[in-house]
């Protein structure tokens, strides 16, 4: 069996990638109110594309962070190898309380979220399915049903393969799934996670990743 081909990505191309992705957020006149980045990969690039949707006279976009972890579980019927499954751990989420003072809560806002690969979905899965049916629940408690939150996702990059569960259709087929790249089903090496970033740069521009 083949080794498992690395795919380098280097700070560069992250930020190229953002930067792309924000002028197609902006051209099509769809400039988020909130960004979330998923922890900790979808920080950096929350942080970046932030920069690239900054228009002229406005505030900058607060970004706000949730912690996600995928672990190993074992599913609800228990033994055998096919049960075992990834289960999302929360291990950080939105305070409601302190939104709603600073940003009126997320009731009729555009909310962008943001990670930094789509691998199997369950993540971005999780993330959009909570936010939702959270703002749904705060909709209902402050009688605000009239003000549909509209949310979109940011990833650097979509592997190419079939995904464990899905995102909305309204979502992706009003193209408010956006993934900078689509790359074959191999192993993303990001520059954050490099030990020695000039080797880790090199490899990338020898991939045609910077
Ligand atoms: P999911 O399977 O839920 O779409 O992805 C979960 C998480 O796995 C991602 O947010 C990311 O942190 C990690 N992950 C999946 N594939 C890769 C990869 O190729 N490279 C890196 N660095 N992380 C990955």
Same mark, same amino acid.
């Given at each position: 069996?083949?080794?498992?081909?690395?795919?380098?990505?280097?700070?560069?191309?992250?930020?190229?990638?953002?930067? @792309?992705?924000?002028?197609?957020?902006?051209?099509?006149?769809?400039?988020?109110?909130?960004?979330?980045?998923?922890?900790? #990969?979808?920080?950096?690039?929350?942080?970046?594309?932030?920069? *690239?949707?900054?228009?002229?006279?406005? @505030?900058?976009?607060?970004?706000?962070?949730?912690?996600?972890?995928?672990?190993?579980?074992? #599913?609800?019927?228990?033994? #055998?190898?096919?049960?075992?499954?990834?289960?999302? !751990?929360?291990?950080?989420?939105?305070? *409601?309380?302190?939104?709603?003072?600073?940003?009126?809560?997320?009731?009729? @806002?555009?909310?962008?979220?943001?990670?930094?690969?789509?691998?199997?979905?369950?993540?971005?899965?999780?993330? !959009?399915?909570?936010?939702?049916?959270?703002?749904?629940?705060?909709? @209902?408690?402050?009688?605000?049903?009239?003000?549909?939150?509209? *949310?979109? !996702? *940011?990833?650097?990059?979509? =592997?190419?393969?079939? =995904? =464990?569960?899905?995102?909305?259709?309204?979502?992706?087929?009003?193209?408010?799934?956006?993934?900078?790249?689509?790359?074959?089903?191999?192993?993303?090496?990001?520059?954050?996670?490099?030990?020695?970033?000039?080797?880790?740069?090199?490899?990338? =521009?020898?991939?045609?990743?910077?």
């Amino acid at each position: 069996m083949s080794e498992v081909e690395k795919y380098y990505i280097s700070y560069n191309n992250v930020h190229k990638l953002c930067q @792309k992705t924000a002028k197609e957020i902006l051209a099509r006149n769809e400039r988020p109110d909130i960004i979330i980045g998923i922890s900790g #990969g979808g920080l950096i690039p929350a942080r970046i594309i932030r920069s *690239f949707l900054k228009v002229k006279g406005e @505030k900058n976009i607060p970004i706000q962070a949730i912690g996600l972890s995928l672990y190993e579980s074992m #599913g609800s019927t228990g033994g #055998g190898e096919e049960a075992i499954g990834k289960e999302v !751990v929360r291990t950080q989420w939105l305070d *409601f309380g302190a939104l709603k003072e600073h940003f009126d809560s997320l009731i009729g @806002k555009r909310v962008l979220i943001v990670d930094e690969v789509d691998d199997t979905r369950t993540t971005l899965h999780y993330a !959009v399915t909570e936010l939702e049916k959270e703002v749904q629940h705060q909709q @209902k408690m402050l009688n605000r049903l009239d003000e549909p939150t509209i *949310f979109s !996702v *940011f990833v650097i990059h979509n =592997k190419d393969k079939p =995904k =464990k569960v899905d995102l909305p259709r309204e979502m992706l087929e009003s193209g408010r799934y956006l993934a900078a790249e689509t790359v074959p089903d191999e192993w993303l090496v990001y520059p954050w996670d490099a030990e020695d970033i000039d080797e880790h740069t090199r490899l990338a =521009k020898l991939q045609g990743h910077d």
